[in-house]
């Protein structure tokens, strides 16, 4: 996860502080600790104050121990690209004042710090449309699409078995979500997740039921997904289902599935998800290994609130 992620969703809030422009703070209060902002600071005439508090809010508003502010949106030499520079910190006591800066492009629909992310009142309302569109895997909970968990994972990732739990947790407590496996395999590094992915995705064009029973068996049998013995791992996973081992390897290699592969994992890419596992809430990507589950929880209901979602 690049540096200015891992800033949004920290709540230690321990990266470095930025370089920036705004000058020595004044001295603050305990009640309110972050300095005034300085309109001289305020040159550029997009985004909108508005604009980068709303984007804030979407990304932040679930954590109300967080405080910040925005201290400049200024002008640069590159035509319509503005510099936004905030203050953030926490209510606890002796918590650091930290500095975000990245800079916003002519669209007004994108953001750079260290990567490129979406930006905007409603930063997630494009994703949150192609993962309705594009996430076919298999799925539990409600049938509705209004509240969509999209977990991206590869079935050779040491974390993605670890999430099982986790995303277990998140079916029993949000009801009212539809919570989809996607497959993203990382073949560079997991040389089998491809192959275990196809297999899945012929045993859910089966049975979708079927298909939650087969991941927990090759997460179960991970260590054993090598060239010794992965063909085997993944053949007693079909063969604990009652389906025949022999029709799923024919379906996986075949032409039509090895494209679906290919597709799953370009659009993963093409959405933005960088890691497994990660997961989707309404189209906002966390990495679920840097949350808590009690994190994850406030984040899912934020959004839900925030896309006038019903969670019961």
Same mark, same amino acid.
């Given at each position: 996860? !690049?540096?200015?992620?891992?800033?949004?969703?920290?709540?230690?809030?321990?990266?470095?502080?930025?370089?920036? @422009?705004?000058?020595?703070?004044?001295?603050?209060?305990?009640?309110?600790? +972050?300095?005034?902002?300085?309109?001289?600071?305020?040159? #550029?005439? =997009?985004? @909108?104050?508005?604009?980068?508090?709303?984007?804030?809010?979407?990304? %932040?508003?679930?954590?109300?121990?967080?405080?910040?502010?925005?201290?400049?949106?200024?002008?640069?030499?590159?035509?319509?690209? =503005?510099?936004?520079?905030?203050?953030?910190?926490?209510?606890?006591?002796?918590?650091?004042?930290?500095?975000?800066?990245?800079? @916003?492009?002519?669209?007004?629909?994108?953001?750079?710090?260290?990567?490129?992310?979406?930006?905007? $009142?409603?930063?997630?309302?494009?994703?949150?449309?192609?993962? *309705? *569109?594009?996430?076919?895997?298999?799925?539990?909970? $409600?049938?509705?699409?209004?509240?969509?968990?999209?977990?991206?994972?590869?079935? *050779?990732?040491?974390?993605?078995?670890?999430?099982?739990?986790?995303?277990?947790?998140?079916?029993?407590?949000?009801?009212? #979500?539809?919570?989809?496996?996607?497959?993203?395999?990382?073949? =560079?590094?997991?040389?089998?997740?491809?192959? $275990?992915?196809?297999?899945? !995705?012929?045993?859910?064009?089966?049975?979708?039921?079927?298909? %939650?029973?087969?991941?927990?068996?090759?997460?179960?049998?991970?260590?054993?997904?090598?060239?010794?013995?992965?063909?085997?791992?993944?053949?007693?996973?079909?063969?604990?289902?009652?389906?025949?081992?022999?029709?799923?390897?024919?379906?996986? $290699?075949?032409?039509?599935?090895?494209?679906?592969?290919?597709?799953?994992?370009?659009?993963? !890419?093409?959405?933005?998800?960088?890691? @497994?596992?990660?997961?989707?809430?309404?189209?906002? +990507?966390?990495? +679920?290994?840097?949350?808590?589950?009690?994190?994850?929880?406030?984040?899912?209901?934020?959004?839900?609130?925030?896309?006038?979602?019903?969670?019961?």
């Amino acid at each position: 996860m !690049n540096r200015f992620a891992a800033l949004l969703l920290s709540v230690t809030l321990a990266l470095p502080l930025a370089a920036q @422009t705004i000058p020595d703070a004044p001295s603050v209060t305990a009640a309110d600790p +972050l300095p005034k902002a300085d309109p001289q600071y305020f040159d #550029a005439a =997009s985004p @909108t104050l508005e604009t980068v508090n709303a984007f804030l809010h979407a990304i %932040w508003g679930y954590d109300h121990d967080r405080i910040y502010r925005v201290m400049a949106i200024q002008k640069t030499t590159a035509p319509n690209v =503005s510099k936004v520079v905030i203050f953030v910190t926490s209510r606890t006591p002796g918590a650091q004042v930290q500095t975000v800066q990245f800079f @916003t492009t002519p669209d007004g629909k994108h953001a750079i710090a260290d990567t490129v992310f979406d930006f905007g $009142a409603k930063p997630f309302a494009d994703n949150r449309v192609l993962m *309705q *569109q594009k996430a076919d895997g298999p799925a539990h909970g $409600a049938a509705s699409k209004d509240l969509l968990l999209v977990e991206f994972a590869d079935m *050779q990732c040491p974390h993605c078995k670890v999430a099982q739990e986790t995303m277990a947790n998140v079916v029993r407590d949000f009801p009212t #979500a539809r919570v989809v496996y996607q497959n993203f395999p990382l073949t =560079s590094i997991h040389p089998f997740a491809a192959k $275990a992915a196809a297999y899945g !995705n012929c045993v859910a064009k089966k049975s979708n039921d079927a298909f %939650w029973i087969y991941l927990q068996d090759v997460f179960d049998h991970q260590e054993a997904l090598n060239a010794e013995a992965g063909d085997a791992t993944l053949a007693n996973a079909v063969r604990k289902l009652g389906q025949d081992p022999a029709a799923i390897a024919a379906c996986a $290699a075949s032409p039509e599935e090895q494209k679906h592969v290919k597709e799953q994992i370009a659009f993963a !890419n093409s959405v933005g998800v960088s890691e @497994t596992p990660m997961l989707s809430v309404n189209g906002h +990507l966390l990495p +679920l290994g840097s949350l808590s589950y009690e994190q994850l929880k406030q984040i899912i209901t934020f959004q839900a609130q925030q896309d006038e979602v019903p969670l019961k």
